[in-house]
């Protein structure tokens, strides 16, 4: 049996990054991969301006009780007066700080009648002023290639002036379900159906990573069946992940299937549960993994093993997320053979350390505890753990973006 680690570094390794790159308006740019690093165009903020709404003062010109002429009122957007001698200027919250000026008055200090400031706090030099470049200096990188663009990066390159960036292409997934007993939704429920819940599952997952799932097929139990949609997924997609139909049972066809569309199937057993049957395959050049057909190891797997892939095929500079270390706040089951990753939830304890609250039932098909579980908690083989104990914490926030 091959380590959890190995195989998710192995795996990781089926697909390549992207090479061929595409430019996208910024504004439709949430979720891409930024495919080169970018550099800033402009100083920012580009010149001084005022952080408060107040006033632009020489600050030697202050003295208690000395009244200030109000030179010139200069609204955010407008180009203000050099700054007389013994004057000041009515700035507002964006405002060009003033040639000559050092200080901002803040409002809420000051008093202002018939044109004329008194100055109720004393100012400090050089207070309430944002400075050309202290946010980001020209020609400093903004952000590195391989980076998944969001609303945080959008409003950097937005700043500077970005209206397009270079992305790479987005990365084309295809989703085969496999079953007789599977009823499509919308479709009523016969005797020994259930219905297809890996599909919509699976199709939402690659959406939540940011790729594409351009195709969501589902086979019979049949060799021709699955033979079909493989050939489809395989002329129109980059990656290709299938569901079900992969362990020994009889109607288990699709290492046949793949075998026939020209692939080699490798049948992983890897020290993990749930999912011990995971195979990858790859035909055309293309990657086939092939994922156990119970819904939580299908989504517990996807989640571990093919997402780190998904991000080196999208071109991410970060295909592993974190692992963080939690506190299990109960016993949780031994297992002397596999690492077992069990649905938790995680709540702030009182010791800093994140605790994490067990699933009551954690069997293969028990869907209700994926939207209850913020994520999986690691639990390594061979050792009894007891309430308390730091493990390692797969959270869902960090595994499934
Ligand atoms: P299999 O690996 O095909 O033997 O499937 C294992 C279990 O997962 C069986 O109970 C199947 O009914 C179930 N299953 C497989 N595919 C799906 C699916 N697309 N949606 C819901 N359950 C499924
Ligand atoms: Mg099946």
């Known amino acids: 049996m091959l380590e959890f680690d190995v195989a998710q570094a192995q795996l990781a390794q089926a697909g390549n990054a992207p090479t061929k790159t595409e430019d996208c308006p910024l504004h439709q740019a ?38 200030l002429p109000v030179q010139q009122r200069c609204y955010a957007g407008e180009q203000p007066q050099p700054l007389q001698a ?30 004329v400031l008194l100055i ?12 050309r470049g202290e946010d980001v200096q020209k020609d400093s990188t903004l952000l590195e290639a391989g980076r998944r663009i969001g609303a945080a990066e959008i409003a950097l390159l937005a700043s500077q002036g ?13 989703i085969l379900t496999t079953g007789d007993e599977l009823a499509e939704l919308g479709t009523p429920l016969q005797a020994a159906q259930i219905y297809n819940s890996n599909g919509p599952m699976l199709a939402a997952l690659v959406t939540g ?6 195709h969501v097929l589902h086979a019979k139990d049949t060799f021709e069946s699955l033979q079909q949609a493989l050939n489809t997924l395989i002329a129109d997609c980059d990656l290709i992940i299938s569901v079900g139909g992969v362990s020994v049972g009889e109607k288990d066809l699709v290492k046949p299937a793949i075998e026939k569309a020209g692939g080699e199937l490798d049948l992983w057993r890897v020290r993990m549960k749930p999912g011990k049957p995971v195979a990858l395959a790859r035909a055309q050049g293309k990657p086939i993994v092939c994922l156990p057909g119970n819904p939580v190891s299908a989504f517990a797997v996807f989640a571990l093993l093919v997402s ?3 991000r080196r095929m999208q071109g991410r500079e970060q295909w592993l997320p974190p692992i963080e270390h939690a506190q299990l706040d109960s016993q949780p089951p031994f297992n002397d053979i596999r690492d077992e990753f069990i649905r938790v ?15 009551s039932r954690q069997g293969s ?6 939207p209850w579980s913020d994520g999986l908690a690691r639990i390594p083989a061979g050792r009894q753990f007891k309430e308390g104990d730091l493990v390692p914490y797969y959270s869902w926030a960090s595994w499934l973006v």
């Open 30 to 67: 949430q979720g891409r991969i930024l495919a080169k690093s970018l550099t800033a165009h402009l100083d920012m903020p580009p010149a001084d301006n005022s952080a408060m709404d107040g006033y632009a003062i020489r600050f030697a010109d202050y003295q208690p009780g000395r009244g």
């Open 86 to 115: 013994g004057q000041c200027i009515r700035i507002f919250t964006g405002s060009l700080i003033p040639e000559g000026a050092d200080t901002v008055v803040i409002q809420e200090d000051a008093t202002e009648t018939d044109n």
């Open 120 to 131: 109720d706090q004393a100012p400090k030099l050089g207070e309430h002023i944002r400075r």
């Open 162 to 174: 970005y209206a397009q960036v270079p992305v790479y292409p987005r990365l084309k997934v295809g």
């Open 209 to 214: 990573l940011g790729a594409d799932p351009v």
């Open 308 to 310: 780190p892939l998904v």
């Open 345 to 359: 939830r995680a709540q702030r304890g009182d010791n800093g350390h994140t605790r994490l609250g067990v699933f």
């Open 365 to 370: 098909g028990v869907i209700s505890s994926l």
